[in-house]
């Protein structure tokens, strides 16, 4: 079960990021990444077995490559080779749902956005003078949306934009015949999305490899 909800993660990313499609490896799967300063490719692993985890960290040469897995950080740290460090700040939660309609209604005060490019759709919540306010994105894969950079600006934050944007992409992904979401968390984020009925399947360990 987990092992498939990484997978449709790692899909709905890619979509929704516009990277190159992921590269299957014996390990798992790897992501180019262009055009950011702290990450220049990434290895999901669905599985975080000793073996595997060895195997993807030994294969990597390339400094600011990133690997994330379904573990607890200090279960993989032991499992490293040279180079490679725990980001224990950027440890996230995998998180899914089945879907339900809400109707939500944007707070008084905004107005509300939604535009599909492709496989991808972007909620933008607009204040009274149509500056940006929140924002949230999701990647369709059929049956699946994987949600993604779901952000309120911090002049805006405590009046439910988060709340409606997840909604708002929820009801969207179900017109177009999705039933599952799926998504990666922060420790903030998990809190929001824990209240809409999310729930978290495993910890996410991140690590990158910085000789």
């Known amino acids: 079960m987990v092992a ?15 990277t190159p499609p992921p590269v299957e490896k014996p390990w798992g799967f790897y992501i180019e ?23 993807a960290a030994a294969s990597v040469s390339v400094p600011r490559t990133w690997m994330k897995m379904p573990a607890e950080p200090e279960e993989i740290e032991s499992w490293l080779s040279p180079g490679w460090v725990v980001a224990w700040e950027e440890t996230g939660h995998l998180m899914a749902v089945d879907l339900m309609a809400t109707d939500p209604v944007a707070p008084e005060g905004y107005t509300v956005t939604v ?8 909620a933008r919540v607009l204040d009274a003078v149509g500056e940006q306010a929140a924002q949230g994105q999701m990647a369709s894969l059929g049956e699946a949306v994987v949600v993604d950079r779901v952000m309120t600006e911090e002049a805006h934050r405590r009046r ?52």
Not at 115 to 122: I, R
Not at 181 to 194: I, K, P
């Open 160 to 211: 439910g934009l988060g709340n409606f944007v997840m909604r708002t992409l929820a009801d969207h992904a179900l017109e177009t015949g999705a039933v599952l979401g799926v998504l990666g968390a922060t420790d903030a984020g998990r809190t929001l999305y824990e209240t809409l009925g999310w729930k978290k399947h495993t910890t996410l360990a991140e690590c990158i490899y910085r000789p």
């Open 33 to 55: 990444v262009a055009g950011n300063a702290d990450e220049v490719g990434r290895h999901v692993l669905p599985e975080a077995e000793e073996s595997l985890v060895r195997s």
């Open 115 to 122: 535009e599909t490019t492709g496989a991808v759709t972007y």
């Open 4 to 18: 498939d909800i990484v997978r449709t993660w790692v899909a709905g990313w890619a979509v929704s990021r516009r």
